[in-house]
């Protein structure tokens, strides 16, 4: 389970740019939902997954995980039980560091480190057939710096080496946004694969709407740092694009856009 109370989150405290966007913002996420959020720029999607990994502060409020309070863990020490997917596929890999030496470095975490070889070669076998489930040729590309890979290739390795370690959550930050339509329907695909076999859960922030409707089980909407609608599996399963889409239009008459 994954819960935020009583969230209060200003930017600019102070100042004459205050903005507050969330105040007193609750949710909660029950074990293995897959959670699909949309929402125009600026409803604070990303900030609420910013918050949740600790990556900001808040001025109020708390995050549970399961039954503990982490609202004064860092985001090291959360990130032992989170694993996040960026935007940018650059963000999730390491670019001068080789393929193998990217699936050494995800295969540590949350290990402490010494005065060791930060490779184990025993553990290249079992590499190079995680790589060959993905079916785009990675592992007889080991030896590959992965700054030199396409966007696809980069973003296949970083939701392969958020997931390698048990987590209990999973945070997606438009980890398809940057790619090109084909790319981005063969990653989703992925996604939904770990999703399921490993039973995560995880939260999904998307432009895409469609595949907000296709995947998940639960479809949030956020508005002004509000949730403006709350869809169950049961629910979600009868929604359609155009439904969404029309939600989005009213939305954009009433800001004025």
Sequence with gaps: MLELRGIRKYYNPGTVNEMCIF?????????????????????????????????????GGAVFAGQED????????????????????????CPNMTVLENMSLADNKGKPFGLKPGINKARAGYYREMLAGLGIGLENKMQVKVGVLSGGQRQAMALLMATMTPIEFLILDEHTAAL??????????????????????????THNLRYAVEYGNRLLMMHEGKIILDKGQKEKKALKIEDILGLFNRISVECGN
């Design 180 to 205: 090109d339509p084909r790319t981005a329907d063969f990653i989703m695909g992925l996604t939904d694969r770990i999703v399921r076999e490993k039973r995560i859960t995880t939260i999904m922030v």
């Design 23 to 59: 105040d007193d913002f609750n949710l909660r996420i029950a074990p293995g939902e897959f959670v699909s959020v949309v929402g125009s720029n600026g409803s604070g999607k990303t900030s609420m997954l910013n918050i949740i990994c600790g990556s900001i502060d808040v001025e």
């Design 70 to 93: 982490i609202s004064a863990k860092k985001e090291f020490e959360r990130n032992r039980r989170i694993g996040r997917v960026y935007q940018n596929p650059a963000m999730g890999t």
